[in-house]
């Protein structure tokens, strides 16, 4: 899959990448709560202004975390869209977070209710969370998004029961995306793949170090977006690299120590 960058899609704009095709993003935001600034906010926002719907994973339980996507959504209506956004309960399991979508009013809109899948509870600390859209074009999207246990806890025992989401749903158009403290190349993905659901992108680095090292500023290959390719195609994927705008890791990391990832889909 070729990579570009997203400051292609802020020169060019939407229309560059035609009428039929969506934005998705996904975005670890870190500890999402009282710990980000009304600037911080602005920024994410500016930042991910672009995409059509987005995905946030480590949305605090707390109110702080209900109160942050509620900011963020007034600063993505300050971009020059309507978005709208909906919150999960918290998780389960240890480690207790919520998630959140994020959509502009336009290009999609919410079918039913959003849910965390049960039938993943035991098997998944942090059981994702599911949401349909209606597109403008008419067809539905069911998104995923999950937060994996971190690398010490063995993520790859729990992104294994992944297909079991295709299983369960598997007359939908899935995507499953998120943070999932492993690269998509690991084993824990080949039955996803089998099932010809597959990552939107491949050797890409997505969390950011706490210093450049040998030129390098990014760490792991743990953020991607894995789609059905039955029907939907990803016409182009990446990161967006938002930490050219501080002087530094440590200051940029204050946003997030991941970057969004994003695909453009089509039907």
Not at 178 to 195: M, T
Not at 220 to 236: L, W
Request: hydrophobic share 40%; aromatic share 12%.
């Amino acid at each position: 899959m070729r990579i570009i960058y997203w400051a292609a899609i802020m020169i060019f704009g939407l229309s560059a990448f035609g009428q039929n095709s969506i934005i998705i993003t996904s975005w670890n935001l870190c500890n999402f709560g009282k710990s980000k600034s009304n600037e911080e906010l602005a920024f994410i926002a500016k930042t991910i202004k672009n995409s059509d719907i987005l995905a946030i994973q480590e949305v605090s339980e707390s109110y702080y975390g209900a109160q942050a996507v509620a900011k963020l959504a007034d600063e993505l209506n300050r971009t020059g869209a309507k978005w709208q956004y909906i919150l999960s309960e918290p998780t389960n399991g240890r480690g207790k977070e919520r998630y959140a979508f994020l959509w502009k009013s336009a290009v999609a809109k919410l079918k039913g209710k959003a849910w965390l899948e049960q039938s993943l509870d035991k098997q998944i600390d942090r059981e994702p969370f599911l949401a349909r859209f209606e597109l403008r074009s008419g067809k539905t999207l069911l998104l995923s998004t999950i937060h994996a246990v971190p690398k010490a806890k063995e993520p790859w025992r729990e992104c294994q029961y992944l297909y079991k989401l295709d299983e369960n749903y598997k007359a939908e158009n899935l995507l499953i995306m998120g943070d999932f403290n492993l690269p998509e190349r690991n084993n824990a993905f080949n039955q996803l793949k089998q099932r010809n659901i597959k990552p939107a992108f491949s050797n890409l680095r997505t969390s950011i170090k706490m210093e450049i090292k040998n030129g390098e500023k990014f760490a792991n290959e743990y953020d991607n977006i894995f789609v059905d390719r039955t029907q939907i195609k990803v016409q182009k994927s990446g990161r967006i690299d938002f930490t050219s705008s501080f002087p530094s890791l440590k200051e940029a990391r204050k946003i997030s120590d991941h970057v969004p990832v994003y695909a453009e889909i089509c039907f």
